[in-house]
């Protein structure tokens, strides 16, 4: 903003008012709106209705500007800078030589935007950056939606198969009653599945409640239910099989109408119905996570029968028969007092068996034991010597003046 001689106007807090009229000398002002407003390099920045809300009309065509108490003439006409979001053109005013203070502007009718009686945005194109985005002239059919043709015009577009709204849009991709597959076209009356990859539940018609994840697996599955599979061609040949969990590439259940398998590692076959297979025949060894930490069975939970073709490599078996217990123990290094607690839990007595070795010197022995009601009761051989406390603790020792002695005897006890 300037003053007459064409200078800035001074910085500083003036009293700004703004009235709208219908044409451009008297009548009556439709709207106005006074702003207190700093002046800093000739600059001001107002938002019109922020106070007193504008009613957008056609009479709307003029805006007279007052600063303090001088008015400045000639009134602006608005022109499409009104009605514009966005414009490349400026205000600059055409001097008034009545008013101490001007408003230098440039009309310009070049806005694609502008507002009708209903106060409605009328645009037909955006400007994006640099590129203008011509926009369709009226609105597209339900379902539709905008697209382009790269070459800065869009229009409606009807959804086809390869602008997915729903998992039922997908090529490779199915729905059945409550199953969610990511997988092929057929899954007939299938309820319930979850699969994930290429061919899972191929041929699926009625079975339910099964989980495939792995290109192939469960591939030939018709009826089977809750089967759980994981791998590459995981189960791919079982067709009517139930209760099954495969996990592994390639690994399989004994047949393709297995019951109740559970077979584990990279191409194992489980060996029949109610059987569980962990690892492949490459494996050679089951481990504890750590050494002597985990238990096989429990006084709770015992395992039937024992199938064993090779080497039981033990410090000891406790077998326990329902009357007696029976242990082997051995100790090619047994030190001196106080010794080392051999078992727990002998609450009557026991019978030791077997051979003791000092310096060379080997000597059979049977010792019987009875647990003391208190105190030590105890048994020697050899120079080796048993003590059988009245807490049901056996323990093992030398006096010392050995340079090696070895226990290897069987301990039956109750």
């Not at 022109?79 to 009545?98: A, E, G, M, P, Q």
């Not at 955006?126 to 697209?147: E, F, K, N, R, W």
């Not at 990279?266 to 029949?272: D, L």
Request: net charge negative; aromatic share 6%; glycine share 10%.
């Amino acid at each position: 903003m300037f003053d007459k001689e064409e200078n800035l106007i001074k910085d500083g807090n003036y009293k700004i008012k703004f009235i709208l009229y219908e044409n451009a000398f008297g009548g009556v002002g439709l709207w106005e709106e006074s702003h207190d407003i700093v002046i800093k390099s000739g600059l001001i920045s107002v938002v019109l209705g922020s106070i007193n809300p504008i009613t957008i009309s056609e009479k709307i065509n003029y805006l007279e500007i007052q600063i303090e108490d001088q008015i400045l003439l000639p009134r602006q006409e608005l022109t499409s800078v009104v009605y514009s979001f966005h414009s490349n053109t400026s205000i600059k005013s055409i001097k008034s030589d009545t008013s101490n203070f001007s408003i230098k502007s440039i009309k310009s009718d070049t806005s694609n935007f502008s507002l009708n009686s209903n106060s409605s945005v009328i645009t037909s194109s955006l400007l994006l950056g640099t590129s203008s985005i011509s926009l369709p002239s009226a609105d597209g059919s339900s379902g539709q939606m905008l697209s382009t043709n790269g070459s800065g015009s869009l229009s409606w577009s009807t959804i086809n198969n390869n602008n997915v709204t729903s998992l039922n849009d997908l090529n490779d991709a199915t729905v059945g009653s409550g199953s969610k597959l990511i997988s092929t076209t057929n899954v007939g009356d299938a309820q319930y599945n979850v699969g994930f990859g290429k061919e899972v539940f191929d041929a699926i018609n009625t079975g339910d409640y099964n989980t495939g994840i792995g290109s192939n697996t469960l591939g030939k599955l018709t009826t089977g239910s809750d089967n759980t599979t994981i791998g590459r061609d995981a189960a791919e040949n079982m067709t009517t099989g139930s209760n099954n969990i495969i996990i592994g590439s390639e690994a399989d259940p004994s047949s393709n109408n297995a019951v109740n398998q559970i077979v584990i590692g990279k191409g194992a076959v489980g060996h029949g119905d109610n059987i569980t297979v962990i690892g492949n025949g490459s494996q050679t060894a089951i481990h504890p996570h750590d050494d002597n930490e985990v238990d096989l069975g429990s006084s709770s939970y015992s395992f039937k029968d024992i199938y064993l073709d090779g080497t039981i490599n033990s410090s000891g078996e406790n077998i326990d028969d329902g009357f007696a217990k029976r242990i082997f123990y051995s100790n090619n290094n047994v030190v001196e007092d106080p010794g080392i607690n051999i078992l727990t839990g002998v609450s009557q007595g026991i019978l030791i068996e077997g051979i003791v070795l000092r310096e060379e010197v080997v000597e059979k022995c049977t010792i019987a034991i009875d647990t003391p009601p208190s105190g030590t009761n105890r048994g020697s051989a050899n120079g080796v010597t048993f003590r059988l406390n009245s807490n049901g603790v056996l323990s093992v020792s030398q006096p010392g003046n050995f340079t090696v002695s070895k226990v290897a005897a069987n301990f039956i006890y109750f």
